[in-house]
């Protein structure tokens, strides 16, 4: 089955710099694009990128364009969010989630559980 993994949440200060993994197994993650998305303390989910399946070609929410860089490993089947320049503001859970493409669009515009396979999530908190 569909396996998603997310790791290297923590605690940083604002400014510092963390890279979250997604280790995927139980499908073909070559041919998946893959999106991250986060949740607040007491707000929704807020999707924050997208990379396509060869890896070429990602897009990110306004909110950290040109902070966090979304890639991915098809050979290892993982796939990484860096994220530099950190603020309160992101702290939250990250979740990676593998979308259909016919469903990216609608997905990106209100993430819900229903139209992807998600990970549990790893927590990121800045604070100083």
């Known amino acids: 089955q569909v396996q998603l993994v997310e790791s290297g949440g923590g605690s940083v200060q604002p400014g510092g710099s963390l890279r979250l993994s997604c280790a995927a197994s139980?499908?073909?993650?070559?041919?998946?694009?893959m999106h991250w998305v986060r949740q607040a303390p007491g707000k929704g989910f807020e999707w924050i990128s997208f990379i396509n399946a060869p890896g070429n070609n990602a897009d990110y929410a306004d909110s950290v364009k040109d902070r966090f860089i979304t890639s991915r490993d098809n050979a290892n089947n993982i796939l990484f969010l860096q994220m530099n320049n950190l603020t309160p503001g992101d702290t939250a859970t990250y979740y990676c989630?593998?979308?259909?493409?016919?469903?990216?669009?609608?997905?990106?515009?209100?993430?819900?559980?229903?139209?992807?396979?998600w990970g549990r999530g790893t927590q990121v908190t800045v604070s100083s």
């Open positions: 139980g499908f073909t993650f070559s041919q998946y694009l």
């Open positions: 989630v593998r979308v259909s493409t016919w469903n990216s669009h609608s997905f990106r515009m209100a993430p819900q559980r229903s139209l992807g396979s």
